[in-house]
């Protein structure tokens, strides 16, 4: 089986104060957040029984996340391999989709 792209994996970003964007997106859009942001789950349109999960993070401009770029934020995708994304922990999912 061919891999192909089947979401968005996250969008990570710098920001001064991420407790105060995480507090302002909660109180403004009702994001559910929590230490790394929030995460939106979706199902798979060909596999309605397969989830799926794209991460939202605001991160502090001083973070070491993105090195050794300096970019100032960081979008990626999923595609499927032999584990569900669901599984992967938060602060690896970044490591183990982008390889």
């Keep these: ?3 192909r792209v089947t979401g968005i994996g996250g969008i990570f970003f710098k920001v001064k104060d991420p407790n105060a964007t995480k507090s302002w997106y909660q109180k403004h859009l009702g994001l559910n ?5 929030t995460a939106f789950e979706w199902r798979s349109s060909e596999n309605p029984e397969q989830k799926g999960f794209s991460q939202w993070s605001p991160m502090k401009e001083d973070t070491t ?3 050794p770029s300096e970019i100032e934020h960081d979008e990626n995708v999923t595609h499927w391999h ?3 994304p669901c599984e992967i922990p938060c602060d690896r999912k970044k490591q183990i989709i982008n390889t």
């Design 1 to 3: 089986m061919k891999k």
């Design 82 to 84: 032999d584990y569900p």
């Design 33 to 37: 957040t929590d230490n790394y942001g």
């Design 65 to 67: 996340y993105f090195k």
